[in-house]
């Protein structure tokens, strides 16, 4: 079983940060890629960051330049620094794991999904 456990929203005023954490815990063989979502009520969850094992990093465009992803291969962990929030990052923020691992002598690989954590930003 794999679990993502993240931290570190909550409500900062436009132009403040946060920093969000995701902690991959399991029997967890390699993580391919980590990465956040995000979903703002009435609108579809979209791709905010990722980084894959190779360190390969991946920003939507809205974000690029005030969002910075980074990754503890060690710790199974992802970081989102968020700088210069503006309002319309309010969403929820998931975390999002692309995990091998063994299962019954097999190699499975599975997409993994936090809970959410609440990013909201006053003007």
């Known amino acids: 079983q794999v679990q993502l456990v993240e931290s570190g929203g909550g409500l900062v005023q436009a132009g403040g940060s946060l920093r969000l954490s995701c902690a991959a815990s399991?029997?967890?063989?390699?993580?391919?890629?980590m990465g956040w979502y995000r979903q703002a009520p009435g609108k579809q969850r979209e791709l905010v960051a990722a980084i894959t094992s190779g360190g390969t990093l991946n920003y939507v465009d809205s974000v690029e330049g005030r969002f910075t992803i980074s990754g503890d291969n060690v710790k199974k962990t992802v970081y989102l620094q968020m700088n210069s929030l503006k309002p319309e990052d309010t969403a929820v923020y998931y975390c999002?794991?692309?995990?091998?691992?063994?299962?019954?002598?097999?190699?499975?690989?599975?997409?993994?999904w936090g809970q959410g954590t609440q990013v909201t930003v006053s003007s």
């Open positions: 999002n794991a692309d995990v091998r691992y063994w299962s019954g002598g097999y190699l499975q690989r599975d997409d993994y």
């Open positions: 399991g029997s967890i063989l390699s993580i391919n890629t």
